[in-house]
């Protein structure tokens, strides 16, 4: 009896805390960092992008970002300055300009909103 209550009560709780794993916050392209901006305009226009890598698949596989097919998004690095590399800061994008900002290498998201 406690098994089959406690594995109702699990699974209320994944129910109910399920929709919180892709909650995510928002942010207005005027309140983004300005090499975001930048980034965000390249995308927009069709490059130049600076780094090899920009434009490659995103896989989602932390799945972070709302679920789509393979190859939907597409991932742009955002310049930090003081690096050497490419940084933590990206933009990730599907193809209708869904886009999301992370500030530490897709640990989190933002919704990009213009």
């Known amino acids: 009896m406690l098994r089959g209550l406690a594995a109702r009560w699990l699974l209320l709780g994944l129910l109910c ?16 960092p300005p ?15 600076p780094y090899v890598r920009d434009g490659v698949v995103f896989g989602n596989y932390e ?10 998004y597409h ?17 990730v994008c599907g193809p209708e300009l869904e886009c999301y900002y992370s500030g530490d290498h897709y640990r989190t ?6």
């Not at 799945?63 to 939907?72: E, F, I, T, V």
């Open 17 to 32: 805390w399920a929709p919180l794993a892709h909650a995510m916050g928002s942010v207005d392209v005027a309140k983004l």
């Open 35 to 49: 090499e975001a901006r930048e980034t965000l305009h390249k995308i927009l226009h069709g490059g130049p992008f």
């Open 63 to 72: 799945h972070h970002l709302p679920k789509r097919s393979h190859g939907y």
């Open 75 to 91: 991932e742009y690095t955002v310049k930090t300055p003081g690096t050497h590399n490419r940084g933590a800061r990206r933009i």
């Open 109 to 114: 998201f933002r919704r990009i909103l213009e």
